[in-house]
Each structure stands twice: as structure tokens, then as C-alpha cells.
């Protein structure tokens, strides 16, 4: 049995039962079974069961914000944000999905007896395993466009939300979706990999690097389709120029949003010797007018962490950059209170010595640090495995995209940082991973093209 446990107070809310080797078995059967008749539905019918799954979540919003809320410990104003945001993200895939995967002619030339055209097949039944720090978000980003090309899902959400994870599951099928085409799978890591043991056609990660290798290690010999989406030690510079204030309460809202728990969250902040001192009062001030306690309440900003285990890891980099000389500006361990209750905790003084400037902290937990050029700055961030976003405060743009361009990461941030939009790609580089969620590239994923060489008679 699965134990959900509440990280707010530690105390279990449910038990669920964990999904077998026959039973995942018996689930990929019957994905494999639906997904032709799915993928022959009328488009506009797969569009309308969508478009009813986003109603869906908007009328049970506060129920799901709170079963979110119990078994994540994200504070409810953010589960709330989620949810809202949701409407936005469906939309673009409802709006982009039948453009974007209608036959494209290529050629079509009477006179050499010549038609070319590109058709998109759906990939078949995928594998979408998911993370539990953004349920909503990293899940629809795969199972939404997935279904929308015609393929079967089988969705196995994070053991830390899959309550969420069987919601989702309820609202698809109250919109319409098959309960043959969409089937979640219930349980831990071991229960994922079980499922990759499947002949499944494509396979959809969301999660940690080191997951991520077992993941591509377990899929390289099915020769499919996949995608996975992994962990970020994003950088911000803070030139000379910027504004200090607007830049300080930006990042710190970007360290700290969501307990620093986003892939996107700000990891690492460098800071122009010329304005260091300023930045780093405003950074510390901003930081302790968060409000931390129980995430039910409305005005919580920090709640506590969802996995016990990050904690250590938190103490480990705390010691850690303590021990190599950084200077501790405020928290540095745990809260004393039933929970997985962590301080936010600043750091200044750092150097790329240190584990918090190189390793995920995934938690309430940054490092600054001073530098005196854009180019010191540029090769800092790059000094790095991962490569998920970056970005640069600044009032002059024309600096901005000159360093921009030259970061190794799949999203650049001017003026802003820790932000998604469905319109643009959702790609990591090296250690944050390989191809592409949302935008357009976000829906090509979820096909295969067949080039089709027709010889006119
Ligand atoms: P995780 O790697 O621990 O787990 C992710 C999923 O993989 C879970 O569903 C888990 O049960 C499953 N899993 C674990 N071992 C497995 C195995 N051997 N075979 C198959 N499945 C297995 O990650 P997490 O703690 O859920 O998420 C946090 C990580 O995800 C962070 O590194 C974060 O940066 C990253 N993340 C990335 C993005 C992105 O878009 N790039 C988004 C959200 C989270």
C-alpha cells in the first residue's frame, strides 16, 4: 500500500493500493486496445472533451487546490495560482492543436506528375511519468497534447500526488476521455520502472537527473520516442545598471516560490560588485516578510517541504558552504514543529566551490555571489551540467541579449525569472534534458510524420 502522508504535520491522510506488474500489464492491454478508436475519433470531439476537462478544474478548484495542498504542502494561495493558471495552458492546445498537426502539402506540381505531403500519426500509447512539485502543470503538459494527437496515456503521477494525480484522472473521464485511453498508474519508483518494462510507444519523464539516466537506460532499447524534462541550477545576474529593488524582490520570489521546489526556481544569483551591498539588503528583506506556517492558510508563502529527504540535503549544502567560508544572512536549518518545516535560508559570499552553487537545492535555499563583469558573470552560469533557464536584470536590452545568447539554456529570462509560458518550448539542456514540452514543438512531440511521395497519374 502507497501511504500519503501530509507533510504539514506528518500524519497520513489515505492509503491507496499500488499498481502490480499484472495489473500495469493489464493496463497497457487495454491502452493498447483503445488507442486506434481513439485516434479515429473526430478531432473536434478529442477538442471538446479537453476543452470540458478545463471546466472542469475550474469548478472543482478549491477541492482540488485543497487535496493538493494536504499531500504537497504547497501553500493553498500557490495550489490555487496552479490551478488558474491551468485554463491558459489548455487553451493553447486547443487553439493550436489542429493547425499544427494538419497534412502540410509540400509539393504539388501537375507538371512533374508530383504530390509531397507530410501526415502526423500519433505515437501510439506513452508512458507519461510524472513529478509532484507542479502536478498540474508537468502532467498536462504530456497527457493534454498527448490525447489531443490520439494517443493512449498511461499517467503515473509522483507517489507525492497521486491523489492529485487519480483527480486528474476523474476529470478527464467526467469530460469524456475514455477510461481505456487514460489510466493512472499508482505508485512509487519501482512501480515506474515496472511500467517501462511495457512495449509502450513513447516515453514522457518528468523528474530528477538521476532518475532520468534509469529512465533513458530502461528506454534505449524500445528505440521510441523520448522526452524527459529534468532538474535546473538556474542562474540570475544582477548587472550595475538594474533596478535593485524591482531585481531583488523579483529573485527572491524566484528562489523562494513554491519553497524554491520548481525545476525553473532561481538557483544561484550572481551581483555586480557595484551594487552588491544594496541588492543584498533588499534580497534579505524581502526574504523575511515571507510568511511561513501552515500551507491551509491564505497567507502562507512558505510552507513546509513535500519529500522528508531534501532536508538532509539542505543541511548537507548549509554545511557545506558554511565550512567553505559563505556568510549565513539568515535561516540555516530546519523549524522546530511537526512538518518538513525548513528555514529560508541566504547565503552570501559564495564561490562555485561550494554545493549550493552547483547541486539542485530544490528547497528554500540560495547563494549570492559578487562579481565584477558581464563576462565573469556569463561564464559563471555556464559553469555548469544543467541548462534549463537563465536570466539578467538590466535596463539595457541590448546587453541583456548579448549575454542571453551566449547561456547555454533552453529558456532566457530579461527582467524576470522562474516563469512558463505555453507559447514558447520548455526544453533543458544537458543535465535538465532532452526535447521539448508546451509551444507548438509541444504538440509535434506527441506524433510521428509520414512522409508520403505520391506519383501523380
Ligand atoms: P524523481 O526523479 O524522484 O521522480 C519523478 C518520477 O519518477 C516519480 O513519478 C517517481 O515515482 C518516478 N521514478 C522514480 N524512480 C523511477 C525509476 N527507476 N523508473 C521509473 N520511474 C521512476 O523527481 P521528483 O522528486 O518527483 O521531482 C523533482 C525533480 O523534478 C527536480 O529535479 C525538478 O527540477 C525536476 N522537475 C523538472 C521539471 C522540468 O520541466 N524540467 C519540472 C518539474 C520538476
Redo the contacts with the bound molecule.
Keep these: 500500500m502507497l501511504k500519503i502522508i501530509n507533510p504539514a504535520n506528518e500524519t497520513q491522510i489515505r492509503e491507496l493500493e499500488e499498481d502490480s506488474a499484472s495489473s500495469i500489464q493489464e493496463k497497457f492491454n487495454r491502452a493498447k486496445a483503445s488507442q486506434k478508436a481513439w485516434a479515429k475519433t473526430p478531432l473536434s470531439q478529442r477538442l471538446n472533451s479537453i476543452k470540458k476537462f478545463k471546466d472542469l478544474l475550474s469548478d472543482r478548484k478549491e477541492q482540488l487546490a485543497s487535496t493538493l495542498t494536504s499531500e504537497t504542502g504547497k501553500p493553498i494561495s500557490q495550489a490555487r495560482n496552479e490551478l488558474n493558471a491551468m485554463g491558459g495552458r489548455i487553451d493553447f492546445f486547443l487553439n493550436h492543436t489542429e493547425v499544427t498537426l494538419g497534412d502540410e502539402i509540400v509539393v504539388n506540381d501537375p507538371t512533374q506528375k508530383l504530390e509531397e505531403r507530410i501526415s502526423h500519426e500519433p505515437l501510439g500509447v506513452v508512458a507519461n511519468?510524472?513529478?509532484?512539485?507542479?502536478p498540474y502543470f508537468?502532467g498536462s503538459n504530456v497527457f493534454v497534447p498527448a490525447l489531443l494527437a490520439g494517443n493512449s496515456v498511461l499517467y503515473?503521477?509522483?507517489?507525492?500526488a497521486s491523489l492529485t494525480g487519480l483527480a486528474i484522472a476523474d476529470a478527464l473521464y467526467d469530460a469524456g476521455i475514455p477510461k481505456d485511453v487514460f489510466i493512472p498508474i499508482i505508485?512509487?519508483?519501482t512501480?515506474?520502472?515496472e511500467?517501462?518494462k511495457q512495449p509502450v510507444n513513447g516515453v514522457f519523464?518528468?523528474?530528477?537527473?538521476?532518475?532520468?539516466v534509469?529512465?533513458a537506460q530502461?528506454a534505449a532499447p524500445k528505440m521510441v520516442k523520448l522526452q524527459l524534462?529534468?532538474?535546473?541550477k538556474d542562474p540570475s545576474y544582477i548587472c550595475d545598471d538594474a533596478d535593485v529593488k524591482a531585481a531583488a524582490e523579483s529573485t527572491a520570489d524566484g528562489a523562494f516560490y513554491n519553497n524554491g521546489q520548481?525545476?525553473c526556481s532561481v538557483e544561484r544569483i550572481y551581483v555586480h560588485t557595484k551594487i552588491y551591498d544594496a541588492f543584498v539588503d533588499h534580497f534579505i528583506k524581502t526574504v523575511k516578510n515571507f510568511v511561513i506556517g501552515e500551507p491551509t492558510d491564505d497567507k502562507t508563502y512558505i510552507g513546509p517541504l513535500t519529500?522528508a529527504p531534501q532536508l538532509q540535503i539542505l543541511e548537507r549544502q548549509v554545511a557545506d558552504a558554511k565550512a567553505k567560508g559563505a556568510k549565513l544572512l539568515c535561516g540555516g536549518g530546519r523549524i522546530k514543529r511537526a512538518g518538513f518545516f525548513f528555514e529560508p535560508t541566504v547565503f552570501v559570499d559564495t564561490n562555485h566551490s561550494m554545493e549550493l552553487m552547483r547541486e539542485?537545492s530544490?528547497g528554500p535555499l540560495i547563494g549570492i555571489q559578487r562579481v565584477s563583469s558581464d563576462a565573469e558573470a556569463l561564464a559563471l552560469m555556464n559553469d555548469t551540467e544543467y541548462g534549463?533557464t537563465a536570466g539578467i536584470y538590466t535596463k539595457d536590452r541590448s546587453r541583456a541579449e548579448k549575454v542571453l545568447a551566449e547561456v547555454n539554456s533552453g529558456s532566457a529570462y530579461w527582467n524576470c525569472c522562474d516563469r512558463v509560458s505555453p507559447r514558447l518550448p520548455?526544453s533543458?539542456r544537458g543535465h535538465?534534458?532532452v526535447g521539448s514540452t508546451l509551444s507548438t514543438y509541444g504538440i509535434q512531440a506527441f506524433v510521428q510524420p509520414k512522409a508520403w511521395h505520391l506519383r501523380l497519374v
Design positions: 511519468i510524472s513529478a509532484w512539485n507542479y508537468v503515473k503521477p509522483s507517489e507525492f505508485g512509487a519508483g512501480t515506474g520502472s511500467l517501462l519523464f518528468t523528474g530528477s537527473y538521476a532518475t532520468g534509469k529512465i530502461a524534462e529534468l532538474g535546473g520548481s525545476c519529500r539542485e530544490f534549463l520548455w533543458g535538465s534534458g
